[in-house]
């Protein structure tokens, strides 16, 4: 509290602590914000991840961020980034899929948002390390 005869060292440490006490509190609200716009571009991406169109612009508007925001964010909150996680969500989708016996790997590049089905099994065989059809062969 500050009085006339209040000394001047204590009112300013007083007024920096004050200072400290509302940029934490800043701090947490900026952080929760984003996590919160985190979790939706993630349920985004989960509904949406199968469409080959999936932009990290798109899913930064929906969430209202600026791409490269977004993508610093999303990398610092999960730790992959935009692409990996799509990556990921796909892959594991097209595993699931080849376990399917009636399932034909190039109707799988499809349904997991590949239109071209050699860069989907060039993908395919970075992430599992084998090609589509011979991870097909061996779940058969």
Same mark, same amino acid.
């Given at each position: ?10 009112l300013?440490q007083? #007024? ?8 934490? #509190?800043?701090?947490?609200? /900026?952080?929760?914000?984003?996590? +919160?716009?985190?979790n939706? %571009?993630?349920?985004?991406?989960? #509904? ?10 798109? +899913? ?5 961020m ?11 909150e ?9 990556t990921?969500l796909?892959?594991?989708? %097209? ?7 009636f399932?034909? /790997?190039?109707?799988?590049s499809?349904? +997991?948002?590949y /239109?071209?089905?050699?860069?989907? %099994?060039?993908?395919f ?13 061996? +779940?058969?």
């Amino acid at each position: 509290r500050f009085t006339p005869e209040s000394d001047p060292d204590d009112l300013a440490q007083q #007024a920096s602590a004050a200072l400290q006490r509302t940029f934490e #509190a800043l701090r947490e609200r /900026t952080n929760w914000h984003s996590r +919160v716009s985190m979790n939706l %571009a993630k349920a985004f991406i989960d #509904a949406h991840f199968r469409e080959e169109s999936l932009s990290l612009q798109q +899913v930064a508007q929906a969430v209202d961020m600026s791409p490269s925001y977004f993508s610093r964010v999303f990398k610092e909150e999960f730790g992959l980034s935009f692409i990996q996680y799509v990556t990921k969500l796909r892959m594991e989708e %097209a595993a699931k899929l080849l376990s399917d016996p009636f399932c034909k /790997t190039y109707e799988v590049s499809y349904q +997991v948002g590949y /239109t071209d089905y050699s860069h989907f %099994a060039k993908v395919f065989k970075k992430y599992y390390a084998v090609s589509p059809k011979e991870y097909k062969r061996r +779940v058969d």
